[in-house]
Structures are given as C-alpha cells and as structure tokens.
C-alpha cells in the first residue's frame, strides 16, 4: 500500500505542476500582450528621435522569450529559472550583460542571443559575494566585483570560478571597480579616493582623487567609468559633481553641482562613456538619463517617470556596441541602432531595461546637434547673468564684499 500511494502522490504532483504551469502560462502570455510596448522614442516629437526604449527584463523568462518554458522547467528544476530581485550594478562585455543583485547576493550573467541567463559559479565557499554592488570584466575576460559588505574586490576567472580579492586590510568600502591590463581602480566610499592595486601583484599602490579643492576632488562616490582612453568619470552624491581624472589622478574636468536644474544632478549614480565620448549619467532623484557630449554639454535626456520604459529608481548603466545586429531586430523600421544601453532599476517590472541609440535613416541630424549646443550656450549665459545680478545684490546687502564665485562647471580643456 505504501508504494501504491507514494505512486499515486508521484503522478498527482506531476500532475498539478503541469496544471500549474499551463495556467500561469496563460495569465503570464495575457498579461505580456497587453503590457507589450512598441516603439517609445526619445526625445518625443516634433524633435528627431534618439532613443529607442527596446526590451526589459526581471528573469529568464524574458531573456529565453518563453515564459512557459521556464514555469514548465521550474516544476522539475528551480536552477533553471532565474529572477532579479534588487540590482545595482551592470556591465557590458564579450557580447554578455553582468548584473549585480545586492538582495540575492549575486552576480547575474545575461547571454541574450543565446537566451541563456545564470548566476555566478564562483559566488561559493571563498568567493561568496554578501553585498556586490558593482562589477568590471577585464580584456581577457575576468569579473571583478565590489563588495561593500566584505569590503574587497574579487575576482574570478572567465569562466565564472573566483581567483582572488583586492582591498584586504586597506580599510575601504568598494562601491565601484574599473580595470586596465596593469591596475585595478577601487572607487572607495569611505575615503572618497579611488584606491589603485597592482593587477598581477595585487599590491596597493596608492590612493588618488583627493585634495583639498572642493571643487576638484571625490566627494561621497557612488559609481565610475573609463573611456577607455586613460581617463576616470566618477559620479558623486556629495557635491553633485563628475569629476575626471586622468589614471595618476590628475584633475581633467568638473562639472555640476546638486540641484534639479540644468547642470545640475539631486542623486548621481551610474555613469557610462562611449567610444564617441558620449557621458550617460544616471540620477536617481529624478529617475533618469542624462547625456552629455565630451564637454559636458547636455544633449538630451531619457527616461523620466511617466512614459512606457521609463525608470524606476535607477543606479548602474552600461553602454556597449555587442550583438547590434541582434537587437536591430527589436529596432522600429527605419531607425538604425550605433549602440545599445542596458540600465538598472532597483524596484518595479523593468529591472533591466533596454534602450538603442541611433538615428532615424535618411535625416540630417548634424543640424539638429547644433541646434541642441546653441541652446545650451543660451541657457548656460542667461543663468551666468542670472548669477551676476545676485552676486551684486549681495554686495549691496554685505558692505560691498563680493562672495566666492560658484560655477557648475570647472573644466581645464585637454591640451592639443
């Protein structure tokens, strides 16, 4: 009696899996037709579209484009079907996205082409993670992961098994990680200095970034990128700035200051540079997109609340020219991708959203850039003027003393 009932119980649990997994089959089939969006431009018309919102994802279902398949398989294997639960960082590289969960503890690989989504092998025993937040992937294919709760970075090999740590014993809170064939750079929280390691010894070298110029140095860093080209961007909450820094920490550029307005950022956090020397800057007060051109010039902006592919909450932003022919695909006819943005949002449905960045085939959008640049120019003069009428107002107001100019911009151009 015994084996006919746990007979029974076997086919009965089969059973009401498949019932299962049918019906949330359905629902989940329904609820992805009506939820579909097609394409949302950025800016909106009349202006010349930019940006394209293209695909989201919060698990493998929307990486292997088959909700039922993955239900089906959760039914006999939980290690196929894989969720996002709280991101922060990303990254593009070799064609794969990297996604830092700080809630599961995890570093998430998303091969979209291949429709396959997993989780890093590595994150066990030495290499568990407990709070990454940001991650790098190197020439030849290492991770490197900052962990603000081990308070190191580590590393692990291409194929996902762990290797190493940086940052053992320095005091630092890793809150972002950049990497070139010779030095691994450590944005750290705690000093507000980029802490920089040896990448074959992996020996401290030295700290850089700091000073005692407010106007020049890291303060409260979140999230850093490189251009590829020997320079640091690094976004930071206390002053509202982008500081960029040459690789032995020489100042380069400065910009911005906290606010709402133009020039302005109310939370910095991811910051991306592209081969063009395009800066995407991430605010997550305003929950959005901004992007400047290599002089800090704000070309446009994508993604506010209130329109389909909007952010929510956003931190960490990748940029990357992999597989452009893949996602040509979800293009709208006629708008011709140059590269793709993954961005993450900390809450809602599109945890990581999509977006390309092109232009619309047959259009002259030359006239269009320059039209954006003569405005800020406008703008830029008319809150300088602005500036002044207040600086002597206060004059009046304090026996003639003039008060400290503050610009949000600060820039020594690169030499010729």
């Known amino acids: 009696m015994g084996h006919g009932y746990s007979d029974r119980q076997t086919v009965l649990g089969k059973g009401m899996r498949v019932i299962v997994a049918v019906l949330l089959t359905v629902g989940l089939t329904a609820c992805a037709g009506k939820s579909s969006v097609k394409e949302v431009f950025w800016p909106p018309t009349p202006d010349l579209p930019r940006v394209q919102f293209l695909k989201s994802i919060k698990d493998s279902g929307d990486v292997s484009g088959s909700k039922s398949l993955s239900l089906i398989n959760l039914g006999s294997s939980g290690d196929d079907f894989v969720s996002i639960v709280k991101p922060y960082g990303i990254t593009a590289a070799n064609g794969k996205i990297y996604v830092c969960d700080t809630v599961q503890a995890d570093v998430l690989i998303i091969d979209l082409p291949n429709k396959k989504m997993t989780r890093l092998p590595g994150n066990i025993n030495a290499g568990r993670l407990k709070k990454p937040i940001n991650v790098a992937v190197d020439g030849k294919g290492n991770i490197y992961v900052a962990d603000t709760s081990r308070l190191e970075v580590l590393q692990y090999a291409p194929d996902g098994s762990y290797l190493r740590s940086f940052g053992i014993g320095k005091d630092i809170k890793p809150v972002?990680?950049?990497?070139?064939?010779?030095?691994?750079?450590?944005?750290?929280?705690?000093?507000?200095?980029?802490?920089?390691?040896?990448?074959?010894?992996?020996?401290?070298?030295?700290?850089?970034?700091?000073?005692?110029?407010?106007?020049?140095?890291?303060?409260?860093?979140?999230n850093m990128a490189d251009d590829g080209k020997g320079a640091l961007y690094v976004s930071n909450f206390g002053n509202g700035r982008i500081i960029k820094l040459d690789r032995d920490g020489n100042f380069l550029m400065g910009y911005g200051r906290l606010g709402i307005t133009v020039g302005e950022f109310g939370r910095p956090r991811g910051i991306a540079v592209d081969n063009d020397g395009y800066i995407y800057v991430v605010d997550a007060a305003a929950q959005l997109v901004q992007i400047f051109d290599e002089r800090m010039r704000l070309m446009m902006f994508f993604g506010a609340p209130g329109t389909p592919g909007s952010l929510n909450i956003p931190a960490g932003i990748a940029v990357s020219t992999d597989n452009l022919d893949y996602y040509q695909k979800m293009a709208a006819p006629g708008f011709k991708l140059e590269k793709v943005l993954f961005v993450v949002s900390q809450v809602g449905d599109h945890l990581v959203s999509i977006y390309g960045v092109g232009k619309k085939q047959g259009v002259d959008y030359d006239a269009d850039v320059k039209k954006t640049i003569a405005l800020q120019a406008k703008m830029a003069a008319e809150a300088k003027e602005k500036q002044l009428k207040a600086q002597e107002e206060e004059k009046k107001k304090n026996s003639g003393q003039a008060p400290a100019t503050v610009t949000p911009a600060d820039v020594i151009p690169p030499a010729k």
């Open 176 to 222: 972002d990680v950049r990497v070139d064939d010779n030095f691994v750079y450590i944005l750290d929280h705690s000093s507000s200095q980029i802490a920089i390691f040896d990448n074959v010894t992996g020996n401290f070298v030295k700290f850089i970034g700091g000073g005692d110029n407010p106007q020049r140095r890291l303060s409260g860093p979140t």
